[in-house]
């Protein structure tokens, strides 16, 4: 009696034709318990099956490809994440943020990549402080920030971590000349939901490329570089925690970030003034200003894991 079921399910793991492993593998795929892994393992065979059709796989590109996926996960260190690398260099750790902020991807968002260089506990600061902990070169940077929610009300009392390069495109874990947590500080939103502080203008990056994603850059002829950009980390109970980042708007790879992190709605405007500066002459010229407005969204209050110990 119960021989009948058995038989059929083995039978269909004998593999007819390459037509037919498909459907095998999709009809395996199919009885996953879990709905949701269900949804998504049938979909990434779909998908991942129409690839090799599509692209004519052959067995030797396919022994290289299962290398590469190695050599990726054989990188990845405290410090190092070949494989984030990869997805952003690919679009699709922009198309997973789009996708799940700004309405699913309907509406404008401040929503953006954390990167791989927050760290939590950076030094509280005062609005107006200067978040420069050791002597750093760079033209001075005014930062002043607004945090809104939908509708446009100020957020009062969210806690605001700013985090940036410096003018060598170094954060200060990458360059022993900086002091720790240099270029780092968090700030409260005032009960206009402003924020402000001063810094000096960061510089662009290249991405790591002594790897697999070097690699793949060099093939296709791109550059390394991200544009200059300063991170944000809202946090406030009530909403989603905000991961942003503001692109300057005068960076010559604004419109070819290895990482594809640029939206319309994150560049922002670096004024350069080469006026004195109203509160204070002594300040070296030009100087520049930076006035933005995030929105966060309505959602979970709950910080990232830190990319770095
Ligand atoms: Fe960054």
């Known amino acids: 009696m119960a021989r009948k079921p058995l038989v059929r399910y083995n039978s ?36 991942l099956h129409g690839f090799v059709r599509e ?36 679009g699709v750790s922009s198309l997973v943020c789009l996708l799940n902020n700004g309405d699913n991807g309907q509406t404008e968002t401040s929503q953006n990549l954390l990167g791989p260089f927050w760290r939590m506990n950076s030094p509280r600061l005062e609005n107006g402080a200067s978040i420069l902990r050791s002597p750093t070169p760079g033209a001075p940077l005014f930062i002043r920030g607004h945090i809104r929610d939908k509708a446009g009300k100020p957020i009062a009392g969210a806690v605001v971590d700013v985090w940036q390069a410096s003018a060598e495109g170094l954060y200060e874990n990458q360059d022993p000349s900086q002091e720790d947590m240099n270029l780092r500080g968090q700030f409260a939103t005032t009960a206009e939901g402003d924020f402000w502080l001063r810094s000096i203008r960061p510089a662009g990056y290249p991405i790591p490329t002594d790897g697999v994603v070097g690699r793949l850059l060099t093939a296709q002829g791109r550059h390394p570089f991200r544009p200059a950009h300063v991170h944000v980390l809202a946090f406030k109970q009530g909403y989603k925690t905000l991961i942003s980042q503001v692109y300057a708007d005068d960076d010559d790879t604004l419109e070819t970030d290895a990482q594809f992190g640029v939206t319309r709605a994150l560049v922002g405007r670096f004024q350069r003034h080469d ?11 030009p100087w520049y200003s930076l006035d933005y407005t995030f929105t966060m969204e309505p959602g979970e209050a709950k910080l990232p894991r830190p990319p770095i110990k």
Do not use: W, Y
């Open 275 to 285: 006026e004195p500066h109203p509160d204070d002459p002594d300040i070296e010229r």
């Open 55 to 90: 692209v004519k796989l052959t067995e030797e590109e396919f022994r290289e490809a299962t290398a590469i996926l190695n050599e990726i996960g054989q990188m990845a260190s405290d410090s190092h994440n070949e494989m984030v690398l990869m997805a952003g260099s690919l």
């Open 12 to 47: 269909a793991m004998i593999v007819e034709n390459e037509k037919q492993l498909t459907d095998a593998v999709l009809a395996v795929m199919q009885r996953t318990p879990d709905p949701r892994l269900r949804e998504i393992m049938v979909s990434l065979v779909k998908h």
